[in-house]
């Protein structure tokens, strides 16, 4: 069993940035395929990054390429996800997730375990 924990999200203002962060329990996480998901109350969990085991492969929903970069550091079990130039529109519940098989899917149905998530506030 994987334990995700998600930390970094709060009440910011807009054009501000922000690092969340995701730590992992376990000693198999640069196995992992590792993303982060959005989600605002009442609406379906979307996609936003998620980055190979070993760091070489990055995907980013085109909502947020421009701004958000995903990055993992596999010796202290932690992804991170880089936000610029916040918008209210990023609003939302922020979940670590983990894909144990190592696929390449958007589907949060690829995905294995969840972190309980963070939430970011953009204020305007």
């Known amino acids: 069993q994987v334990q995700l924990v998600e930390s970094g999200g709060g009440l910011v203002q807009a054009g501000d940035s922000l690092r969340l962060s995701c730590t992992a329990s376990g000693g198999t996480f640069s196995r992992y395929t590792m993303a982060w998901f959005r989600q605002v109350p009442g609406k379906e969990r979307d996609f936003v990054a998620a980055i190979s085991g070993l760091g070489g492969s990055t995907d980013y929903a085109d909502s947020v390429a421009d701004r958000f970069t995903i990055a993992r550091i596999n010796v202290q079990n932690t992804v991170a996800l880089h936000i610029h130039r916040l918008k209210p529109e990023d609003t939302a519940v922020y979940f670590c997730?983990?894909?144990?098989?190592?696929?390449?899917?958007?589907?949060?149905?690829?995905?294995?375990?969840w972190g309980q998530g963070t939430q970011v506030t953009v204020s305007s």
């Open positions: 997730a983990a894909d144990v098989e190592a696929g390449w899917d958007r589907s949060t149905t690829t995905y294995d375990y």
